[in-house]
Nanobody, 130 residues
Framework: QVQLVETGGGLVQAGGSLKLSCAAS????????MSWFRQAPGKEREFVSA????????YYADSVKGRFTISRDNAKNTLYLQMNNLEPDDTAVYYC???????????????????????WGQGTQVTVSS
């Protein structure tokens, strides 16, 4: 059974930092495309960042580039999202997701799309106060 469990959310002031973790079981994160999405109240779930098993390539939404860093610890089978210089607009529930897609061409072209991912965590709340 594939399972993703996010932790690390919380309340932080603008300009602060948080590090989210996503512990995976039932899959090997180094062999899958893994991502972070977020969903603010009343908004669609949006792409934040992803990491591919294809050379460990990383991808970021323009809104977080330069502030957020995605990484993974293969020994712990855990995905991370380091979030620095947080802004009130970063307030959302953050979700970890995994894709079982193994076709490199499909992964590269679709890595920012929700449809690529077939396993989702329960989410962790991040609230940034101004």
């Amino acid at each position: 059974q594939v399972q993703l469990v996010e932790t690390g959310g919380g309340l932080v002031q603008a300009g602060g930092s948080l590090k989210l973790s996503c512990a995976a079981s039932g899959l090997t994160i180094s062999s899958n495309a893994m991502s972070w999405f977020r969903q603010a109240p009343g908004k669609e779930r949006e792409f934040v960042s992803a990491i591919s098993w294809i050379g460990g390539s990383t991808y970021y939404a323009d809104s977080v580039k330069g502030r957020f860093t995605i990484s993974r610890d293969n020994a712990k089978n855990t995905l991370y999202l380091q979030m620095n210089n947080l802004e009130p607009d970063d307030t959302a529930v953050y979700y970890c997701a995994a894709s079982s897609q193994k076709a490199p061409g499909v992964v590269v072209t679709s890595i920012r799309k929700r449809e690529l991912y077939d396993t989702w965590g329960q989410g962790t709340q991040v609230t940034v106060s101004s």
